[in-house]
């Protein structure tokens, strides 16, 4: 537990300052005077900002260890978030892009540390570590929607997270003690973004549908359950967590379930469950009802990055930070236009419309299953 506490902390206080900004879209929206169309195109400078981070990610982590660049760059991040709240649309593009950037380059730290106990240790903590990930949403949302409720305003409620996250931060850095220096590399010349070979581009393939719902959820769940479901904030808030929860308990069980069942058998488990939470979410007139899609999607994209990180580092070629940077990349690339997208859709079809897109795609990830075992592509494989 000891071992695991550092990248525990890091993760979940990552997730509270996450939640706490992404569950106050509507405020913020209505204070920027927009509407989904251009509110997704200015999220979509966050994902801008990580293409820009991807080629320094690696190389970062590298230089100054993951230790020192995790507690570095999620700070900053932390700094940022209060003004994403007050900041006219064009400022808050600006100050979006340099929290995907900072966010990238933490995102990239936080995994090699993880990977790092499990090399070291032997132990799985991965899926463990991102598990507590989906603690922070858990608390975080339900935190949002008692603060929205109250009328809290989205910088004060912003402010606090940061101060959470700078404090856990120097927790971790009190606790932990110095990273080994890296050996030196041989002295090559590396290519501005690490492109991805063939095995990372199908694990990609692999979670992609899975991803882009878990990133739908994030930025347009808490406008269905406002406007479709005609929730207040404080059941919105509870509706949300129960998303969180079913996230973390798969995830905090996820490297016990890798053990018993295999990474092929999860992929296509968690895609039935994103598709049936899915058609539940956009058909039940009822906040019951809600909840329990919501949970199943939360079940289902909980193990998607977690089983994407540890198959890159499987089986990728050559150092871990490069192949985790490419894994980034790739998917990045690949979900880029989601948001805006979304957003369009939300704006001149349906929210219902906006995830019902999603489906064809989370098909896709169940039928890519075989990848995270290095297979050939078979809808009805056996383990080997």
């Avoid at 801008?48 to 995790?70: C, H, M, S, W, Y």
């Avoid at 994403?84 to 990238?104: D, I, Q, S, Y």
């Avoid at 220096?181 to 393939?205: G, S």
């Amino acid at each position: 537990m000891k071992t695991l506490l550092p990248p525990a902390l890091l993760y979940f206080s990552n997730a509270i300052l996450f939640v706490s900004l992404f569950t106050r879209l509507p405020a913020i929206q209505a204070s920027m005077g927009i509407d989904k169309a251009a509110l997704g195109l200015a999220l979509l400078s966050a994902p801008v900002g990580t293409f820009v981070a991807l080629p320094l990610a690696g190389r970062i982590t590298d230089r100054f260890t993951p230790r020192l660049t995790a507690l570095v760059t999620l700070p900053v991040c932390a700094a940022l978030s209060p003004a994403l709240t007050v900041l006219p649309v064009g400022g808050f593009a600006v100050c979006f892009f340099l929290f995907g950037f900072f966010r990238t380059i933490f995102d990239v730290a936080a995994n090699m540390i993880s990977a790092g106990i499990e090399q070291r240790t032997g132990t799985k903590v991965l899926a463990r570590s991102h598990g507590f990930w989906s603690v922070g949403l858990l608390v975080g949302s339900l935190c949002s929607g008692f603060l929205a409720e109250r009328a809290v305003a989205p910088f004060s409620q912003q402010v606090m997270a940061a101060g959470f996250v700078i404090a856990a931060c120097l927790l971790v850095f009190w606790m932990t003690p110095k990273d080994v220096a890296p050996e030196p590399q041989p002295d090559r010349k590396r290519p501005a973004y690490v492109l991805p070979d063939r095995t990372i581009i199908l694990i990609c393939v692999m979670v992609f549908g899975l991803c882009i719902v878990e990133g739908a959820i994030y930025d347009w769940g808490i406008f269905f359950l406002r406007e479709e479901l005609e929730a207040d904030p404080a059941i919105a808030g509870v509706l949300y967590a129960v998303f969180t929860v079913g996230m973390g308990l798969t995830r905090l069980s996820g490297d016990m379930l890798r053990d018993s069942f295999g990474p092929v058998v999860l992929v296509r488990a968690s895609a039935v469950s994103v598709a049936a939470g899915i058609v539940l979410l956009v058909t039940t007139p009822g906040l019951m009802l809600a909840g329990v899609a919501l949970f199943l999607i939360g079940c289902g994209v909980a193990l998607a990055f977690p089983l994407a990180v540890s198959t890159t580092i499987t089986l990728g070629k050559g150092q871990p930070s490069e192949n985790l940077a490419a894994l980034a990349l790739t998917l990045m690339l690949s979900t880029i236009g989601i948001p805006p997208l979304l957003g369009f859709i939300a704006e001149h079809v349906s929210l219902v419309a906006t995830f019902l897109v999603l489906l064809p795609c989370v098909l896709v990830s169940f039928l890519m299953a075989p990848v995270a075992e290095g297979r050939r592509l078979s809808l009805f494989s056996r383990r080997g």
